[in-house]
């Protein structure tokens, strides 16, 4: 199994209805997405948004990523993002990782994405512990 994790910060409060607009329709493409299995979406603090995502291989992730709306949102957030990472990895367990792992594994092993407009903490990736307790389940779609 692939999981992706991913850490956004939406630097002003002007672009939260477009993310918010295209947060909907990538979430409605995920879950009919081929090779989705599980995630969950983790809104935090301070206009930062953490997913987290089990797929059954890197090449079912990127076919996502790369279609659609996500495909539509990728250059957006390079403007609208302060902060941003992600982090992979391969796991044998079919289960979705905890967020407590996820943020310990984008510590570790994760590396900042391109912002037009970095905050002093990006690259260093220095952020504050995420707040686990909002998080919300995605399934796959019952139809796909």
Known sequence: MF????????????????????????????????????????PDRHFTF?????????????????AGAHRVAMPKLKHWCDEASIVHW????????????ADARMRAEGRPS????????????AYASPRLSRAASIQPDARA
């Open 3 to 42: 999981v992706s994790v991913t850490r956004l910060r939406i630097r002003s409060w002007r672009f939260l209805p477009a993310f918010a607009l295209l947060t909907l329709q990538t979430n409605r493409q995920v879950r009919a997405a081929a090779g989705f299995r599980a995630g969950s979406l983790l």
């Open 50 to 66: 953490w997913t987290l995502t089990l797929w059954d291989s890197a090449e079912d992730m990127r076919a996502y990523i790369t």
């Open 90 to 101: 391969d796991q044998p367990d079919t289960t979705l990782p905890a967020w407590s792992e």
């Open 114 to 125: 391109k912002v037009l407009h970095p905050t002093a903490a990006h690259l260093a990736m």
